[in-house]
């Protein structure tokens, strides 16, 4: 074990100084491009033709990326370390899925849409859970990369259960599809009349 080698210690004062000047910047411009990376997503998507309340969820990436870039040069190794060691987002997000899915199958409106919401929130998923071999310094930066992804994961999910839910059409109910026990009660009644 070679201690010559600066490291970042697992629990660190509080009073300890916060990274370099180039690393600082380095995690600014991860969220510059985090937002253009969104807006894109929300471009090649269609994201945007949605009501005001989705607006609003596809704000939240701006957001979040503005206030983690003002931050950026206050960030020290202690509150990386109390703010990532209990991420468990990634994980939980796997097994929402297999929940959209199903909602897939029940959904009356753009299939391939609420579909490639999910693929994309899916693969964004997975590379924030790619392991990068970076050295210590650098790995400030590696995380804030992943925290980038699942943000805009998390709002992409966000976004397909509000597509789903509200923007269906006639205010779709899981199980109120045409032909289903409603839809056939619905004719059932109107031919009797």
Do not use: C
């Not at 985090?34 to 609003?56: H, K, P, S």
């Not at 509150?79 to 991420?87: D, G, H, M, S």
């Not at 959209?100 to 199958?105: A, D, E, Q, V």
């Amino acid at each position: 074990m070679d201690l010559t080698q600066p490291h970042i210690p697992l629990v660190v004062s509080h009073h300890e100084k916060t990274y370099s000047d180039n690393i600082i910047m380095t995690i600014r411009i991860v969220y510059i491009v985090m937002a253009v990376f969104w807006v894109l997503i929300v471009y090649l998507l269609a994201l945007y033709q949605i009501d005001w309340l989705g607006y609003i969820f596809l704000i939240v990436p701006f957001v979040v990326f503005f206030i983690n870039y003002i931050n950026a040069g206050a960030v020290d190794p202690a509150t990386e370390v109390e703010i990532f060691q209990a991420n468990y987002l990634s994980i939980g997000l796997i097994i929402v899925l297999p929940l959209l899915s199903w909602m897939n199958k029940e959904h009356p409106g753009d299939k391939k849409k609420f579909m490639s919401i999910m693929v994309v929130a899916l693969v964004l998923i997975m590379l924030s859970m790619v392991d990068v071999w970076v050295s210590r310094q650098w790995l400030s930066v590696l995380r804030h990369i992943q925290s980038g992804f699942q943000t805009i994961a998390l709002v992409l999910l966000i976004y397909a259960i509000y597509y789903f839910y509200v923007l269906s059409p006639a205010g779709f109910v899981p199980g109120d599809m045409p032909g289903g026990m409603t839809g056939m009660m619905a004719g059932a009644s109107s031919a009797a009349v």
